[in-house]
């Protein structure tokens, strides 16, 4: 099975640790143990940057500081004033700082190369320097051989004509003038300070005194163009505004013209011809009034039955009253002959048909004469009409006049405006003309630039006092974070402030080897050998921890497992079950690793029948459990035959047997696997009584452990704690850990005991070649290695 492992961040602890996790140490005992602990990452920093700097400084071209001061005259008077055209300059900090940039602007320093001829200078023009062999030069040769790439010195001009060259050569070396030119503001004055860096205290002299020097000349270059580019456009403007103001005035009276708005007596001639109309039409309108009222009483009454001699207007015409004297007349004549004629006489019947024949024409007469007055009404009427139509073709004539006027003022406002601008022209042209022969720059040199005496780099004693600053911060910086990504576990207070369980104890390294030179000894053995070192007391307290785990009930059964492998959890689980044995308590060892079988081989068993065969019915329990060779400890062991892929802990034949080993013994220790690699070992901890999670010192990551722990809970595991194994008590004290380190272990533990079967004895303190002080331990004979911390496989069985 592979082996994963997670990185954890510092963002990543919980935020209950996070106020004591793994903050940056802020008491001294702290910082000096976080100096020795990296101290050769701080030194390595220190020295590299301290050399580097020193390095540079010592082999840096000495260079010459000179400074010009220049002074911006912002009280220049012109004898005419010209506005903004030719306006001094205004006292701001924007424009102060706008001259700043313009005194080391690219065009000014190109200006100043040419004259003073600095692509002839080998300081400024690298194509005339005397190629130096470099440090890494023959290096690269040999690498550009070794990969087949050629060494042969490559021309930067290549496919270039001469003018390309010539323009590469002179932006090379106006860029080196730029980076060698520093203009500034001094303090909050009209001040300009121009600084010019060389190898050469001359040269740097000469180029501040011509940077100050072009920027007047500059300035007065400028004035002067703009003054010639003024007068020219002026002159122009003012012949354009000349005709634009005849083709304006020409406008304006084409527009009368075309919109007849021509003016009499102080009106137009529309406005006069609509009144003239509406006076027509008045007239004309009291005419048909007249004679609609004249036809309009001939028709009532007519219509009421009157006679004609009831109609005024009959009365009036002479036909009519000729017509009634012979009606008259006639109707006498009929009367009489009615009275002496019959009805059917000749003469009667003549009589009355001329009756009714003059009637007939005084009815005509009297149409005629509504047809007249008919005619008239209608006549005065479209004489109204014609009036009308006259008036309002005219007022659409006044309305269009009026939109016209709108439009004509607008020409008119126009040409009057271009007229004024164009005498306002006249008089600027006449007064630029006048103002060239009075421009001065804006600016002064209040100092020339000197000939230093003296380089002002590289500073030597501030520049190795910058480094080994750097250095010291550098190496302080790494170190810190360093610490702030340890993610290592290094003390008990790590344990319980930053994983939030309890600590039960630390187990500190062995360092010693088996006196017969067979291998490496086992902490177990290490145990029987040494009762009374630290490592037993140790293992003391932890079977101290678990018989007072709990005062309302008995602990039994306990399971002791790892988050990964090689954390020292076999080692501790046989030691543990020996010291336990060896204080009389009737103690079994179960090897629950199926993969690894480690603790049947740390304790030198090679079982037929093991734990395996025992739950499938293959063996008794007293054929399974073994008796330890050095303790009066029982180990349940794993046979060689005894890997299955079967669910071992979640079996009832599991359940029963931790029943039945309960009233058989006092204290059950199970060996498991690890946590994050084995299902098994999360099963059989939810089954126990208590469980121990033992963690390897600045080993065991605490994102592992915290996986770990979180699967205990998942599983309902009751757990007793964690437990810092082999711990190395000369390096603990570096760290932030309450607990015992070394020297109060070696006073504590320091006894004469007798040689032992392999020759061992303990020495007091010496000192080493390097005049450190040694710990103190066991003396092993001459040709045996002391057995160190890592690799970890070295120092534990697991």
Do not use: C
Not at 377 to 396: C, E, M, T, Y
Not at 756 to 766: H, I
């Amino acid at each position: 099975m592979s082996k994963t492992f997670s990185f954890e961040l510092p963002s990543q602890v919980p935020a209950e640790a996070e106020t004591t996790g793994n903050a940056m140490p802020t008491d001294l005992k702290s910082l000096l143990g976080t100096v020795y602990r990296r101290f050769w990452l701080i030194a390595i920093s220190f020295l590299t940057v301290f050399m580097l700097v020193a390095y540079v400084t010592f082999t840096a071209t000495p260079t010459y500081r000179s400074t010009a001061v220049v002074q911006l005259d912002t009280e220049q008077q012109n004898v005419i004033d010209l506005g903004s055209v030719l306006s001094g300059l205004v006292a701001s900090t924007a424009v102060i700082d706008t001259e700043v940039m313009v005194m080391q602007s690219k065009s000014l320093l190109t200006k100043v190369a040419e004259k003073q001829k600095l692509d002839e200078d080998a300081e400024f023009n690298w194509t005339l320097r005397e190629e130096k062999p470099g440090m890494f030069d023959g290096l690269k040769r040999q690498i550009k051989s070794l990969f087949g790439m050629s060494t042969a010195k490559k021309d930067p001009f290549a496919g270039m004509s001469v003018d390309e060259r010539n323009a590469a050569i002179e932006d090379a070396v106006v860029g080196t003038l730029m980076s060698k030119v520093s203009v500034g503001r001094v303090g909050t004055t009209y001040l300009i300070s121009v600084t010019v860096t060389s190898e050469s205290p001359e040269t740097a002299a000469r180029l501040a005194n011509a940077v100050a020097d072009q920027y007047r000349v500059q300035q007065m270059e400028t004035k002067l163009d703009a003054t010639r580019r003024a007068t020219e456009w002026l002159t122009d403007r003012t012949s354009a505004l000349k005709s634009e103001v005849e083709d304006k005035e020409n406008r304006v009276a084409k527009f009368i013209a075309d919109n007849d708005m021509e003016t009499a007596m102080g009106g137009t001639i529309t406005e006069q011809n609509i009144s003239y109309l509406t006076t027509q039409k008045t007239q004309a309108e009291v005419e048909l009034n007249r004679a609609r009222s004249r036809y309009d009483s001939l028709q009532r009454q007519i219509a009421s039955g009157a006679g004609v001699d009831g109609i005024s207007e009959v009365l009036e015409s002479q036909l009519i009253t000729n017509l009634k004297q012979q009606l008259s007349s006639v109707r006498s004549r009929v009367e009489d002959l009615k009275t002496r004629l019959g009805p059917q006489h000749p003469e009667l019947i003549g009589a009355m048909a001329e009756q009714d024949d003059i009637e007939r024409q005084i009815q005509a007469e009297m149409q005629r004469i509504a047809n007249n007055l008919e005619n008239e009404v209608k006549v005065k009427r479209d004489q109204v009409n014609r009036l009308q139509g006259q008036i309002n073709q005219a007022g659409s004539k006044l309305r269009g006049n009026n939109l016209a006027n709108v439009r004509l003022r607008e020409l008119q406002r126009d040409a009057e405006t271009s007229r004024i601008l164009y005498e306002e022209f006249i008089s600027r042209s006449k007064e630029t003309r006048e103002q060239s022969d009075l421009i001065e720059p804006d600016a002064i040199i209040l100092s020339n630039a000197s000939v230093p005496h003296s380089p002002s780099a590289p500073r030597t004693k501030l520049n190795l006092l910058i480094g080994a600053v750097l250095g010291g911060i550098l190496g302080a910086g790494l170190a810190l974070l360093a610490e702030m990504f340890d993610m290592k576990i290094s003390s008990s207070e790590d344990i319980e402030k930053k994983l939030g369980v309890n600590a039960i104890g630390t187990v500190p390294l062995i360092k010693t080897s088996n006196a017969l030179g067979f291998g490496q000894m086992n902490p177990a053995d290490y145990l029987i050998e040494n009762p009374l070192s630290a490592f037993a007391e140790s293992v003391r307290y932890l079977r101290a921890a678990i018989a007072f785990s709990d005062l309302d009930s008995e602990t039994k059964t306990v399971a002791i497992t790892s988050s990964l492998p090689d954390e020292g959890k076999t080692s501790l689980t046989l030691a543990l079950g020996r010291m336990s044995a060896m204080s009389g308590a009737r103690t079994l060892v179960i090897d629950g690793d199926f993969r690894r079988r480690q603790l049947t081989d740390a304790a030198g068993l090679k079982p037929e029948i093991g734990f395996i065969e025992y739950l499938f019915g293959a063996g008794q329990l007293s054929d399974a459990i073994t008796k330890d060779p050095k303790s009066m400890l029982d180990i349940l062991p794993l046979s060689l035959t005894g890997h299955t892929p079967h669910d071992v802990f979640g079996t009832r034949a599991f359940d029963d047997l931790l029943v039945r080993l309960r009233s058989m013994y006092d204290l059950i220790l199970i060996d498991t696997g690890p946590l994050l690699l084995m299902a098994e070992a999360r099963v059989v901890s939810g089954k126990t009584d208590k469980a121990i999670l033992v963690v390897r010192w600045r080993h065991t990551n605490r994102s592992a452990a915290r996986q770990s722990l979180g699967l205990l809970k998942s599983f309902k595991a009751d757990l007793l704690g964690v437990t810092l194994n082999m711990v190395n008590l000369n390096r603990r004290r570096h760290y932030r850990d309450p607990g015992a380190g070394y020297d109060a272990y070696r006073k504590y533990y320091q006894i004469e005991t007798k040689p032992s079967l392999f020759g061992f004895k303990w020495k007091s303190a010496g000192k080493k070649d390097d005049g450190s002080v040694r710990p103190k331990a066991i003396q092993t004979p001459p040709s045996l290695a002391e057995h160190s911390s890592e690799p970890p496989e070295k120092v534990d069985a697991e």
